[in-house]
T-cell receptor, first 113, second 113 residues
Framework: AQSVTQPDIHITVSEGASLELRCNYS??????LFWYVQSPGQGLQLLLK??????LVQGIKGFEAEFKRSQSSFNLRKPSVHWSDAAEYFC???????????FGKGTRLHILP | NAGVTQTPKFRVLKTGQSMTLLCAQD?????MYWYRQDPGMGLRLIHY???????AKGEVPDGYNVSRLKKQNFLLGLESAAPSQTSVYFC????????????FGPGTRLTVT
């Protein structure tokens, strides 16, 4: 069965530091992968998605993610975080056979001033 | 455009009471979804709809019913609320299926005592 794992429940980084959030997926075929962000008290917003092609995907707000098939990973990165990036981040994998997306349990990002 | 709106924002119910959560979108989207978000569980799909007059079960449908009588509205009903249904409920919509960006509402926080 398709699944997505986010190993880190909480991550704390200093403002201006680089960020990498981990995501591992389990899927038998070419996966469709997403990263969503949820700011406090808000709904989710799509940051970026990967379907095929270039394995480095650019998203909004300066985020990027790299698809690595050999590692079954789709890690999210940002070179320099801002205090406004404090939020919860969800990785998700699409499940084509029944038209759904499966979300990971999320990683909450804390930013130190 | 208002995007996706949810009514109400907060609600407290007693065990056994019933209620309906309303989701409305003004983007002419075909697909609509209801999720619940619980701490450490990420988002789980309750029910979804691929068009007016259609509904389908998601990952955790028990105890909930839905209706999509109008394209712009998707209603989530709890016939007999239970404490296990205490959660934050999110509605989302998209132009097409799972591969397209889902637009989320701000959420409804429901507490069942």
């Amino acid at each position: 069965a398709q699944s997505v794992t986010q190993p880190d429940i909480h991550i704390t980084v200093s403002e201006g530091a680089s960020l990498e959030l981990r995501c591992n997926y389990s899927y038998g075929a070419t996966p469709y992968l997403f990263w969503y962000v949820q700011s406090p008290g808000q709904g989710l917003q799509l940051l970026l998605k990967y379907f095929s092609g270039d394995t480095l995907v650019q998203g909004i707000k300066g985020f990027e993610a790299e698809f690595k098939r050999s590692q079954s990973s789709f890690n999210l990165r940002k070179p320099s975080v801002h205090w406004s990036d404090a939020a919860e981040y969800f990785c998700a994998v699409a499940r084509p056979r029944d038209d759904k997306i499966i979300f990971g349990k999320g990683t909450r990002l804390h930013i130190l001033p | 455009n208002a995007g996706v709106t949810q009514t109400p924002k907060f609600r407290v119910l007693k065990t056994g009471q019933s209620m309906t959560l309303l989701c409305a979108q003004d983007m002419n989207h075909e697909y609509m979804y209801w999720y619940r978000q619980d701490p450490g569980m990420g988002l789980r799909l309750i029910h979804y709809s691929v068009g007016e007059g259609t509904t389908a079960k998601g990952e955790v449908p028990d105890g909930y019913n839905v209706s999509r009588l109008k394209k712009q509205n998707f209603l989530l009903g709890l016939e007999s609320a239970a404490p296990s249904q205490t959660s934050v409920y999110f509605c989302a919509s998209s132009y097409g299926g799972y591969l397209l960006e889902q637009y989320f509402g701000p959420g409804t926080r429901l507490t069942v005592t």
